[in-house]
Structure formats: structure tokens, C-alpha cells
């Protein structure tokens, strides 16, 4: 039995120092992390617009150059963080939820390599894993190494500036790594992640390649007869895609991102002396000539050699060197013959045929340590261009987590892995929305409600103050748990604000005046009715009295009943006392009109509140609106003081941000003569850090509707849709009113298309200006769902609960949570 050789002795990186690896043949590499775009977010365009970007940034690099990517897939579980004693009820339960969730990490590193001028070609049967020289066969010459630095600058720069690509260069410590983290050289030869400790392992090259005790295979692309007839920088995926829609992914997709093992896809381009190439290529044509009377199989490639030059030379096209490998792992050996299958299906999906290396395994995956990419074994590449070899990089990373501290937690497609998503402040700070109000449109039974209550949760934990308008009781379980005030009418308990009620830290100044005149002028006049002016300058006075009343007289509470008093028994005599004429203000036909809303009246509850007083500072509020939305009086009256509630927020609560989400409610507003309020309301709230957001369900209220076509849409940077499968037929229509892009309509028609039946959830599209769109998963905890619930069943379940709970609706949902995992519930 052969005795180990030390790695040391063998090792092709002779030293790290500059941010570069020297090897012992004298190639001098640099290394970047590159953050690629997410996946399934970009277009046709964008696909090949980043393309031309990767031909362009390779053609700058000098002759004797090797463009190494290495996309490094490491299958992760997501960890929860049950450390922070901060966490609300249903965070936390997110948070169990999610723990230890199977999700694809990716990274991508770059390396660029320049070999001495006399370096010798490597081949499988003569690499430094065999033949190692301490002695690096060139000096380095500064000068030329500045050349080289030059490019490479160029490059990086190219790369950047497209938008397309982050290049981070790595530095000393991160490729060889310290005492606590290993580096990127430890890494690739130990198949470490970014998170484990640094640990030697073993490698094994006899019977097979295996390194610690993980068992490796490595599939390449190196023969020409195994590669696709046609490639291009991107293909159909035919999951997502319609009878309408073509949704795209890149070309290399299927080995990257959507293999889902471990494993590390290398993509190798050799930029070579083109003349010299040329050259060479030109003698083997000749020599193919001659020999094609013999073989039909020299005149075949005569013909594909004399094509190539002609492209070379007729279109202006840099010949090069490639290679591309896929080396997967597991520790389970039996796990190789289905991961062989997941990669021959994948390559076969770029209509591409996997070779599984055997002897060669060993030299190509030693090629592949970063800074040894010049002892490839050149006998293992083919002849190309860069534009068709680029078309083999893997294009895209998974979906990633904003650092913004705003935000909610949806999930990523491919595996439900939570993502946090900022649709409020990031894209106003990156210039993509200049406002953060939202248009929410779904079906129903698309998900619209539980999208919006879980948006709206997430929203309140971060310390907005909410004022929701519905229909539906969509939000009343949500509005208990967090001990808001939950506004709605039945017969045993009528709906009852005081708007004459002042809170702490408020004032009656202009604006809560003017509030308290519309409201009474609403319920005086008629729609049709208008008031004049010495009335209007009446009513102010009275109030200006009455508060001033109020001022002197502690014991006296606010409320209609006591303005409507003050009035009656003072006011009129003062009016008389002033000589003022009843066409100037009929005080009697005031006080007659507003009678129902007086103590013993038909509508004595409506103003006259004793709870729920102090709407200002409370933080969730909700207006039930489904059994008064067609009442004649009250309907009008509500919303007066809805918009009231909301205003005083927005100009009262200076750097605390504000939402006011409208329901379905918005269509019977926009009747009362709301309108203008509602216009008023989109195109001014951004000043006042604030967010108004619409929810509908039907196009024909888009359409129907010019206040939702001009104020809503054209003032809300954030759309949101849910499954619109059922309006595929007339999606023109829609793309059309909301101006969403050919990619977006891609996106939205995608939704729901091929969701994961191990798990429970739907799909939402967001769009942020037109600029970033993406599908997201909305998957939540069975406590969360409990709380979201609109199922009548489901909601009398959390009730009974909540009640045996002794009221304590988080005790309910846990013990309810519970039951139905055991399956008694």
C-alpha cells in the first residue's frame, strides 16, 4: 500500500500576498465574489444584454489568460433565531416554522489567471499534480504584471458598470483563510461552506475521487459531440411558461440554481494567441484535406474546421479554449446513482449529454483549486468563441434577504426559504418608487386577504399605525391579537365614535375644526344642499365657544350630546343677542335635523362614545363597514370620520410611519362623494411618511372606476397581483391599465403554475416601479394562518379556543395550533 503524499509537498499554490495567488509555475491569479441577479427576475432582454456584457469583459483580458467562474451550490438549512426575547407571538411561531428549512446556498467566485509566456500546456498525462516545480518557470516582471492588473481592472469595471454583476475582490484572508475561517483555497480543497470551521480532510484519488467521507463525481463538457447543437444566454422554462407567455431562465440554469444537490459548476475560458490559433487551425485544415479522400469522417471535419475560420476570421470572433464541469457530493454513497441521474437530466434539459469522469477526475478537480486554473489539462477543452462559450455561465443566484430593518417575510420559489422583502423604504431610497403606496388586485380566493393581513401584521410589529377599511371581517382576528380597535355594526353592539373627544398630546387646532364643521354640515345638508357662508362662520364659532366651554368646566365630557346642549340652551341665545337672522343660520332647523343624533334619538350611539376614545395614538385600527355600506346616514358619517382618523395621523404623528389600507370598501367611498379625498389622499401622503394602499379584486372596477385609473394606479409605485390564471384570456387589458412590462406579464402568469404540493401556500407578484419584479411564496406557520383565516370554519374554531382560553385569543390559537398537528382538531 502506497504511503500518503503530504497536501503540502503537492500543493500548486506556491504563496498568497497582494490579494494574489502565485502558483509554482509562476501564474498569477486574482480572485473576485461576484453577487449575480436573482433568479426568475430577469427578461429576454436583460438575458441577452448581460451576455454581450460577459463577451465584451472577457475579450479585455490579455493573451495567456484563463477565466475561471465557480458557482459553489451548498445544500443549507435555514436556522431560526430563538434568541431574541423580542419576538411577538406570531414571529416566533414563524420562526419554528421555518427552522431547519432545506434551501440551495449559492456563491459565485471569479478568478482570473495569467500565465508566463513559456509556460508549457498542461494535459492530463502531464499535470503538476504529478509534476511540481518550486521554481516558478518565469520571473515576474513588474511591468507586465501592471498590464495584467490593468485589465483585470478593466474587466471589473465593465462587469460593474452593466448593473448586471457586484464583484467584490477577495482579499489575503479570505483566500488563505485564518485560524477561525477557512479561506477560499481550504474551501474548495476540503468542501467547506462559508460558515463551517476550518478542518483538514483526507483526499482520496484511488477508486474514485473522495474527500473526507464525502464521495465526489465530476460530469464535464469537454467533447465537442456531448455539446448542444445550438446554444444561446437563455431557454424556455417550461414550468412557469403558458399558451401566452415564454418565461425565460439562463441557459446554464438547469446545472446552477435549479440542481438541487450539492455541488460546484466550473466554467473554464482559455484566451489564447488568436493568430497563433488560427494559425494552427489553419495546418490542421490543410492536413484534413489531404486526408479526406481517405475518410468521409476528415472531410466532415475539414469542413466544420474551414467554417470555424471562416467565422473567426470573417466576423471578427476571438477563438478560445473552453471547458465546463459539474463535481457533485454526498455523503451517502448510495446517493450517487440518483445524483447521476439529477445531472444527466439537468444537462439534457440544455440539451447537452453528461460524461462522467473517471480518470480524468482527479486533474480536473485539481485544476480547479483557485490560483491552479493553468494546469488544466488542455486535452479535456474544446474549440469555441467566447460568445458561444459564455453562453454556458451560470447567470444567477438565489433569492436574497434586503438588510432593511422594514419589511415582511415571504418565501422564495424554488424552496420556500424565508426571504425579508423592503416594499416601502428601500425602493423609495434607491430612486426606483418615489412614492410607497401600494395597489393590491386578486380574485378571489387567490390569497389577497391572507397576503394582505400577514403584509399588515409584519407592518405593525415594526411600529406603523394602521387604519384599515373593510368589508369582509377579513382583519378581526388579526386586530385582537394586537388589542386594536375593531370598528363594526350589529344590532346588539352599533357601531360609535366621539369625534368631539380631544386625546392626550392632541390639540384642537384648524384641522380638527374643520373636520368636526364637515361632519356637522354632512348630516345638516343634503348632497344636493349647500351652505352659505354666514352658516359656515356660525358653526365655527360655536365651536370655538363650546371647547372654550370645555376649558373652564373639567368635569364636563365631550361629546356630541354635550355640543348639542351647549347649543340648545346657550348658543341660540347668544345668536339672538347678536340680532343674527335665520337666513343667515336657522339655529332651530340645525338643531331639528340633528335631533336623531341626540341622547333618546334614533342614532344616539353614533357620536357619543365612551371608549375607543383616543384614535390618535392607537396604533391598529379597523372600520368594518359590511353592514352599514349602503345605510344612507350612516355610511357618509363613517367615512367623514374614517378619513378624519387618518388625516389627524398623517399630519399629527411626525416620523412614525402610517398606513391606510382600503378594502373593497374603496367602490362605496368613491359613491359618497369621497373621490377628491381619496386623490387627495394618494398623491400627498408620501410627505407625511405614509402609505395608502388599495385592495381589489375585480378588473372591471379598474376600468370602471377613472379614480383608480388615474389617482390610484398612476400613484402607487408598488403593485401587488395575485393569481390572475382566470383572466389569462384578457391579461392585455390589465397589463395595459397597470403598464406592466412584457417581463412582468411573464411573471404574473407564472403564478401558482408549479407550487410544491408538500406545502401549503400561494404565490404574489410585486412589481417596485416598473424597475425590480418578482414572485414571492406567501407560506406562513398554522398559528399565523389561524390568526390570517377567513374560512368561516376555521374562524369559529379560533373563537371557541380563544373562549375556553378564558378569552386569550394567543392561548387559543396555540392550543388550536396544536390540537390540529396531533390531528384531534
Keep these: 500500500m502506497s504511503q500518503p503524499i503530504p497536501l503540502l509537498q503537492i500543493f500548486p499554490v506556491y504563496k498568497v500576498e497582494h490579494d494574489c495567488m502565485l502558483s509554482k509555475q509562476g501564474d498569477v491569479t486574482l480572485a473576485f465574489e461576484a453577487t449575480l441577479p436573482e433568479i426568475f427576475t430577469l427578461s429576454d432582454q436583460d438575458y441577452e444584454a448581460f451576455h454581450q456584457i460577459l463577451v465584451k469583459a472577457i475579450k479585455v483580458l490579455p493573451k495567456n489568460s484563463v477565466f475561471h467562474k465557480q458557482d459553489w451550490f451548498f445544500a443549507q438549512k435555514h436556522k431560526a433565531d430563538f434568541e431574541n426575547s423580542d419576538l411577538s407571538f406570531l414571529t416566533r411561531a414563524s420562526e419554528r416554522f421555518f427552522h431547519e428549512r432545506p434551501y440551495l446556498d449559492h456563491r459565485c467566485y471569479i478568478m482570473l489567471t495569467q500565465k508566463p509566456a513559456d509556460r508549457k500546456l498542461s494535459s492530463s498525462m502531464f499535470s503538476n499534480l504529478i509534476r511540481s516545480s518550486v521554481v516558478p518557470s518565469e520571473t515576474i516582471n513588474p511591468q507586465r504584471m501592471q498590464e495584467f492588473l490593468d485589465s483585470a481592472g478593466q474587466f471589473e469595471r465593465i462587469l460593474q458598470d452593466s448593473g448586471f454583476v457586484k464583484l467584490r475582490r477577495i482579499s489575503n484572508d479570505g483566500l488563505a483563510g485564518s485560524d477561525r475561517q477557512a479561506g477560499l483555497l481550504e474551501r474548495y480543497c476540503f468542501l467547506l461552506s462559508d460558515t463551517d470551521l476550518p478542518m483538514i480532510k483526507d483526499i482520496h484519488f484511488r477508486d474514485g475521487l473522495k474527500i473526507g467521507d464525502q464521495y465526489c463525481q465530476v460530469y464535464t463538457l469537454s467533447d465537442v459531440e456531448d455539446l448542444p447543437t445550438l446554444c444561446g444566454s437563455r431557454i424556455n422554462y417550461d414550468k412557469y411558461s403558458t399558451d401566452k407567455t415564454k418565461f425565460s431562465v439562463g441557459f446554464a440554469s438547469p446545472i446552477g440554481q435549479l440542481l438541487s444537490c450539492n455541488h460546484i459548476y466550473n466554467q473554464y475560458i482559455f484566451i489564447e494567441d488568436a493568430n497563433k490559433t488560427i494559425k494552427q487551425l489553419e495546418s490542421k485544415r490543410l492536413r484534413l484535406q489531404s486526408l479526406s479522400t481517405y475518410s468521409r469522417e476528415n472531410a466532415i471535419s475539414r469542413d466544420a474546421t474551414n467554417d470555424f475560420l471562416n467565422e473567426a476570421i470573417g466576423q471578427q470572433r476571438q477563438p478560445v479554449k473552453a471547458h465546463f464541469n459539474v463535481m457533485l457530493w454526498t455523503d451517502n454513497k448510495s446517493d450517487l446513482k440518483e445524483l447521476k441521474t439529477l445531472v444527466s437530466s439537468a444537462l439534457a434539459q440544455m440539451d447537452a449529454v453528461a460524461k462522467q469522469e473517471s480518470d480524468g477526475a482527479p486533474q480536473i478537480y485539481w485544476a480547479g483549486i483557485p490560483g491552479n486554473e493553468a494546469d488544466f489539462p488542455v486535452n479535456d477543452t474544446f474549440d469555441t468563441f467566447a460568445e458561444q462559450a459564455t453562453c454556458f455561465l451560470n447567470l444567477e443566484t438565489s433569492y436574497r434577504s434586503s438588510l432593511s430593518p422594514v419589511g415582511i417575510r415571504l418565501g422564495d420559489r424554488l424552496t420556500g426559504k424565508p426571504v425579508h422583502v423592503d416594499i416601502s423604504d428601500e425602493p423609495v431610497k434607491r430612486g426606483i418608487c418615489t412614492n410607497r403606496n401600494k395597489f393590491i388586485l386578486g380574485p378571489s380566493g387567490s390569497g389577497k386577504s391572507f397576503f394582505t393581513n400577514h403584509m399588515v401584521r409584519s407592518y405593525y410589529e415594526q411600529g406603523t399605525h394602521i387604519v384599515l377599511v373593510d368589508v369582509g371581517h377579513s382583519y378581526k382576528g388579526l386586530c385582537d391579537l394586537v388589542n386594536g380597535y375593531y370598528f363594526t355594526y350589529d344590532e346588539s353592539n352599533p357601531i360609535k365614535f366621539n369625534p368631539f373627544f380631544i386625546g392626550t398630546g392632541d390639540t384642537l387646532d384648524t384641522e380638527k375644526k374643520e373636520s368636526i364643521k364637515t361632519l356637522l354640515l354632512a348630516l345638516w345638508k343634503k348632497d344636493d344642499e349647500t351652505f352659505n ?226 406545502r401549503k401556500y400561494k404565490e404574489v ?57 396531533m390531528g384531534i382538531a
Excluded at 583 to 590: G, H, S, V
Excluded at 768 to 776: C, D, F, I, N, P
Design 533 to 758: 357662508r354666514s352658516e359656515y362662520v356660525a358653526l365655527s364659532i360655536s365651536l370655538q365657544m363650546y371647547y372654550e366651554k370645555l376649558g373652564k368646566n373639567k368635569k364636563l365630557f365631550p361629546c356630541f350630546d354635550a355640543y348639542y346642549e351647549f347649543l340648545r340652551d346657550e348658543f341660540i341665545a347668544i345668536l339672538k343677542a347678536d340680532k343674527v337672522k335665520e337666513k343667515d343660520f336657522d339655529a332651530e332647523n340645525f338643531l331639528y335635523v340633528l335631533r336623531p343624533y341626540y341622547k333618546g334619538g334614533e342614532f344616539d350611539y353614533l357620536l357619543n362614545a365612551t371608549e375607543n376614545l383616543d384614535l390618535l395614538r392607537e396604533r391598529f385600527i379597523v372600520f368594518e363597514l359590511d353592514n352599514i355600506k349602503d345605510h344612507p346616514i350612516l355610511f357618509p358619517v363613517v367615512t367623514i370620520i374614517i378619513m378624519e382618523v387618518f388625516i389627524s395621523k398623517m399630519r399629527k404623528l411626525k416620523g412614525i410611519r402610517k398606513m391606510i389600507l382600503i378594502e373593497e370598501a374603496w367602490k362605496a367611498i368613491a359613491k359618497e362623494g369621497m373621490a377628491e379625498y381619496i386623490k387627495y389622499l394618494f398623491k400627498t401622503v408620501r410627505k407625511f411618511y405614509g402609505e395608502a394602499i388599495v385592495v381589489t379584486q375585480e378588473v372591471e372596477d379598474i376600468i370602471s372606476s377613472p379614480i383608480v385609473k388615474q389617482a390610484i394606479i398612476n400613484n402607487s409605485d408598488c403593485k401587488i397581483l395575485l393569481d390572475q390564471s382566470k383572466y389569462q384570456n384578457k391579461f392585455d387589458q390589465i397589463q395595459e391599465l397597470l403598464g406592466l412590462t412584457e417581463k412582468e406579464k411573464a411573471l404574473v402568469l407564472s403564478i401558482n403554475k408549479s407550487n410544491d404540493p408538500s
Design 765 to 821: 407578484f410585486i412589481s417596485l416601479g416598473g424597475v425590480l419584479s418578482k414572485v414571492y411564496a406567501t407560506e406562513v406557520s398554522l398559528e399565523e394562518y389561524l390568526a390570517y383565516t377567513t374560512e368561516e370554519s376555521e374562524k369559529i374554531k379560533v373563537q371557541a379556543y380563544t373562549k375556553k382560553w378564558g378569552g386569550d385569543i394567543r392561548k387559543g390559537i396555540a392550543a388550536l395550533a396544536n390540537d390540529i398537528r
